[in-house]
């Protein structure tokens, strides 16, 4: 083995939670990206232009705070193009140790449409995601792509990118997993009720009961 045994077991999770978003259909083709902190000087970053459903642990990229190149991955990869965000991410949280980007395309729909994200209608929302934020339109993969979640992940573990995609965070990958998984279950119940009538939000009273059992 080229590293340590904490580094491979970061990387076999990574590559687990690549194939789980895969096999939900939150990413498709070869979107979305994926990292770890694996110390204060590396981060463990999926590499451009692959898909997450295939990996392997020696197909990621470690990167410094810089965002520059430490170990490539098989092959001589490169870090995803969004590596910018992620750093963004880590710089704003020093609490977090993972970050999840995907496309998860039921989120996506609501922010096509222009809706809000519905933080109040299930409890395990509330309770886990909290409110989901928006930020402005940018252009996927670019520095402003980073300074558009800037202020949002500061206070959220989760920010919707109109037109695109979702990036959560956790202090481990399985936590930010959870998120983006119960923020895509929850944009397709939205979706649904909506269908059969109206999203109503949990009451007032309810929301309150929740937040002194959190
Ligand atoms: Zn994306």
Redesign the pocket.
């Known amino acids: 083995m080229r590293w340590g045994v904490r580094e491979q077991r970061l990387r076999e999770a990574l590559v687990e939670i690549g194939a789980r978003l895969y096999a939900r259909g939150l990413v498709s083709a070869n979107?979305?990206?994926l990292s770890v902190r694996v110390d204060a000087e590396r981060f463990l970053i999926t590499p451009r232009g692959r898909s997450k459903g295939h990996l392997r642990p020696e197909d990621l990229v470690v990167i410094d705070p810089e965002g520059r190149v430490v170990r490539p991955g098989r092959g001589g990869a490169m870090p995803s193009s969004?590596w910018p965000m992620h750093l963004e991410a880590y710089r704003q949280r020093p609490d977090i140790g993972a970050v999840l980007?995907a496309?998860p395309p039921f989120t996506v729909a609501l922010t096509v449409a222009g809706v809000t994200f519905p933080s109040e209608i299930l409890p395990e929302v509330v309770m886990t995601v909290g409110k989901v934020p928006t930020a402005r339109l940018a252009v996927?993969?670019s520095e402003d792509d980073a300074l558009a979640i800037r202020e949002w992940i500061r206070e959220h573990d989760a920010v919707l990118?109109p037109h695109?995609?979702v990036v959560t965070v956790g202090r481990t990958l399985e936590e930010a997993w959870v998120r983006m998984e119960r923020i895509e279950y929850a944009a397709k119940v939205y979706l649904l009720s909506r269908a059969l009538g109206e999203a109503r939000s949990l009451p007032p009273e309810f929301l309150k009961a929740l937040a002194s059992a959190g």
Do not use: K
Request: hydrophobic fraction near 10%; charge should be negative; glycine fraction near 18%.
């Open positions: 979107d979305g990206n969004e980007h496309h996927p993969s990118l695109h995609g």
